[in-house]
């Protein structure tokens, strides 16, 4: 499943020249410093190559000879590492004592590096070959220091931040590691070394049998919050998870070659702002299964959850795909034909660490085409009217979770960020079209309590909370409230006292002159109490509103609507429950939005008498 | 095969674990052929028979949910329990605020299978063992609903219900009936008690929601 499809991904980039993934026996690197030598293996040149054109400077990234995690011990990389292992570097400490240790280290760490170049290298009949064992031979570790050449970067040095050397010989466009018959002899040098594997058995990603199987696996990079080094997505570190007698990685038997390949696979993933986002504590990757539909759909995908992200490009085809998203927001039934790439295979995958270990939180593999038909259904459940907060588009899961948030005085959000298991679950349940986690919507109910706030976010979730537990749980209820806009004929009581309770607010809006006019009205003292506990505090609401109509402009209009309303309600309830709280803000929300329509309407109206009567 | 058996599992999860994500558990798709076995060993087993998996119905949607608990590190080791059989002192205590560890889990919910089987006699099997009586006794012990100990769905915390579906009645249906092959992928199969016990695994392939289990050791 989630390794077989990865590995599949190695398979079908190794495939294309283009996509920049390392072959086998190779990795991707940074690259600081080059090193040049001549045929005799003097060092004639020491060039800083790192990327300056933005602020700080990056090392360049090249596919160099493979660099397996290290985490103690002395480990050499071949042709290309850090300063103390290729030319025996060592920071000079405070104390001559400490200097001397660091020396000693170094020095062990250069003899190593020079012993593996040795042996890969000793019957390679190549120029730059030769006059690099040349320099191995000559170097002398112990005046690193003092060397002319060295001097100008020995700060950068000390540092020891992305120290990473490599070589060239000076006559020679290519870095010694790029060179063919070197790549070949390194290539001969591990096949070697993996055929001696102590133990071999069957593949259980590709089912080959008698392969050599790998002992540990390559570390993942780029998962939030996890180790920096990397974190191992299959890993036996402690006792209780081993069987059979088994250590290490033998007791989930992988093939050498397709170790690498997952692991190529997932690192190139999370290293690609294309293929991965953030949503809570999860860190999501996810591809297309086919290169030729990759362009167009990872980037749609990516730009649905995380709206930082930019597409490169608006393509025909995210457009296309937007249209369709809006065009079921709107209530149309998707078609097949309308979606491009139904028949994509596409993956996602959500991880977060745990300790050194990746945790899988989640993994989807299906169609594109179902996907779509997913976030879909979620626009349409998130569809609500109103006014334009600048988002037509269905609110990413970021703008979802952030509403969960403390409100500070300036509108900004602040306090803790959302719980961390929330996003993992909100995403889930998009992808896999299932209920929106109860949480999100106790914890929405509860802001609105504390700060009062309605926004259209807020009362959209609600409804999409409500709207899908409805489906799936064939409970038909509400469905005449969780409407677009205004149902004046739905008959629930607790969404008809929102809506009234919409109406005794302007109703003392109004008598006071106009919104905005008084500091505190009824909303701010009474909606916690009206929206649960409705039969103690609409009486009083009542009564109090007979002074706001008869002083009002409107007080007969206001007077009509809840006579209206009323109609449907016997009595007042004496408590609403958790959902019934939701559809009273939804009433609310809906009512106080019709009011926004009208007057806009009006205005619209009063606009285009204007231009008429202009135009005569 | 005229002793083939048809038992009816189901719980309210289940995790068959894979074994390259073992230690943050990821369930297979499906039960495996070596689960289905420990299932029908917790029924009905003597050294004189061995169970044969012959097919596996995948009877419910294939649905995943994610669970974090507190499990331990480490294992009492064997050497300490010898060390407290010959009467040396030995500690064979875990404690458990010391050797925690947090572990996800994603397993399957609301799981439901068919297990298609039956079993053959080995060298073990005297005189008085004859395939009829064996048959019988799985069928009378599955029929009352007897076990030796709790049969599980890949992890003993996921307990399984089971009902024996009598020879000649109708097969509840699946939901993936009709839809036609689904790519499971690599799966354990079982593990070569005979060979150094390891594991051999098998590439399996959901028909209308029926995974056919090769014979074991047969490579495919």
């Keep these: 499943m989630i390794i077989q499809a990865l590995h599949q991904r190695y398979l079908n980039l190794a495939d294309d020249p283009t996509s920049g993934i390392s072959p086998r026996y190779f990795c991707s690197a940074k690259i600081s410093y080059l090193l040049e030598i001549d045929r005799d293996g003097n060092l004639v040149g020491v060039r800083d190559i790192r990327d300056d054109s933005g602020k700080k400077k990056i090392p360049i990234v090249d596919i160099v000879p493979e660099q397996p995690s290290r985490s103690s011990g002395i480990n050499p990389y071949f042709l290309s590492d850090k300063a103390e292992y290729i030319i025996g570097h060592y920071p000079a400490m405070a104390d001559d004592k400490d200097t001397q240790k660091k020396s000693a280290d170094a020095r062990k760490k250069y003899e190593a590096s020079k012993a593996l170049a040795q042996t890969v290298l000793s019957d390679v009949n190549d120029e730059a070959a030769q006059a690099l064992l040349k320099f191995y031979k000559k170097w002398d570790p112990s005046s690193v220091r003092d060397h002319p050449l060295l001097q100008d970067y020995m700060s950068d040095l000390d540092r020891g931040i992305d120290t990473q050397m490599a070589f060239r010989l000076e006559t020679q466009h290519q870095m010694i590691h790029q060179l063919e018959t070197v790549k070949q002899a390194w290539i001969r040098y591990r096949q070697q070394e993996d055929s001696a594997s102590e133990y071999s058995g069957q593949c259980l990603l590709t089912g080959e049998y008698n392969v050599p199987i790998a002992r540990t696996h390559e570390k993942i990079k780029g998962v939030r919050n996890a180790q920096s080094a990397g974190a191992s997505l299959i890993s036996f570190n402690f006792p209780s998870a081993e069987s059979y007698g088994n250590t290490q990685s033998y007791n989930s038997p992988i093939g050498k070659d397709s170790m690498f390949g997952y692991t190529t696979a997932l690192n190139h993933l999370l290293a690609s702002p294309r293929n991965r986002i953030w949503i809570g504590d999860m860190t999501v990757v996810f591809w297309s299964g086919q290169a030729a539909a990759a362009e167009e759909t990872e980037p749609f995908f990516a730009s649905f959850f995380d709206s930082s992200y930019v597409p490169p490009e608006d393509s025909s085809v995210t457009r296309q795909l937007r249209d369709v998203l809006e065009r079921v927001q709107k209530g149309a039934k998707l078609e097949a034909e309308m979606v491009p790439h139904t028949d994509t295979p596409f993956y996602v995958l959500g991880l977060s660490p745990n300790n050194a270990r990746l945790a899988v939180r989640f993994f989807w593999q299906g169609h594109f085409g179902n996907l779509i038909e997913k976030l879909g259904q979620h626009a349409a459940d998130f569809a609500l009217s109103g006014q334009d907060e600048g988002f037509g588009d269905t609110p990413t899961a970021y703008r979802i979770l952030a509403e969960t948030m403390r409100v500070g005085a300036d509108g900004k959000k602040v306090g803790d960020g959302p719980p961390p298991r929330l996003g993992g679950e909100l995403f889930r349940s998009i992808v896999e079209g299932r209920t929106y986690p109860y949480s999100l919507y106790t914890l929405i109910i509860n802001r609105v309590r504390a700060d009062g706030m309605i926004n259209r976010l807020r009362a959209s979730i609600l409804k999409a909370y409500l709207t899908r537990y409805g489906r799936i749980q064939n409970y038909n209820r509400f469905e005449e409230e969780l409407t677009l806009s205004l149902n004046p004929n739905a008959q629930e009581p607790a969404y008809r006292l929102g809506r009234l309770f919409a109406v005794l607010e302007r109703a003392q809006q109004e008598a006071a002159g106009g919104p905005g006019k008084i500091n505190a009205t009824i909303k701010d003292r009474y909606f916690n109490a009206a929206s649960s506990n409705p039969a103690a505090v609409f009486p009083i609401l009542i009564k109090l509103s007979q002074h706001h109509m008869s002083k009002a402009r409107y007080g007969d209009f206001r007077d009509r609507e809840m006579q209206e309303i009323l109609q449907g309600i016997e009595a007042f309830p004496a408590h609403l429950d958790l959902q019934r709280q939701g559809l009273f803000i939804l009433g609310y929300y809906h009512q106080k939005q019709s009011y926004f329509a009208q007057i806009k309407a009006a205005a619209d109206a009063k606009l285009e008498a204007a231009a008429a009567e202009a135009d005569s | ?220």
């Design chain 2, 1 to 220: 095969m005229a002793y083939g058996i048809k038992l009816h599992v189901w719980g309210d999860n289940a995790c068959f674990t894979r074994p390259e994500m073992k230690v943050e558990r990821v369930s297979y798709d499906a039960m495996t052929p070596s689960s289905a076995r420990g299932i029908l060993e917790a029924i009905h087993w003597k050294p004189a028979i061995r169970w044969v998996i012959d097919r596996i119905h995948v009877l419910n949607e294939i649905r995943f949910e994610n669970i974090r608990r507190n499990e331990i590190e480490n294992k009492i080791p064997v050497s300490a329990i010898k060390n407290a059989i010959s009467g040396k002192s030995a500690s064979l205590s875990q404690v458990v605020t010391e050797e925690r560890q947090q572990r996800a889990t994603l397993m399957l919910k609301n799981p439901a299978y068919i297990i298609e089987a039956h079993f053959e006699m080995t060298q073990a099997a005297g005189a008085e063992d004859s395939p009829e009586k064996h048959y019988n006794i799985f069928l009378r012990r599955a029929r009352q609903g007897q076990c030796f100990h709790r049969p599980y769905l890949g992890c003993r915390e996921f307990a399984a219900q089971f009902a024996l579906i009598e020879p000649d009645s109708k097969l509840p249906p699946s939901y993936y009936a009709g839809s036609g092959d689904i790519d499971l992928g690599w799966m354990l199969h079982d593990i070569d008690y005979g060979d150094r016990m390891i594991p051999r695994f098998f590439r399996a392939t959901m028909r209308d929601g029926v995974i056919q289990v090769p014979v074991f050791g047969e490579r495919a």
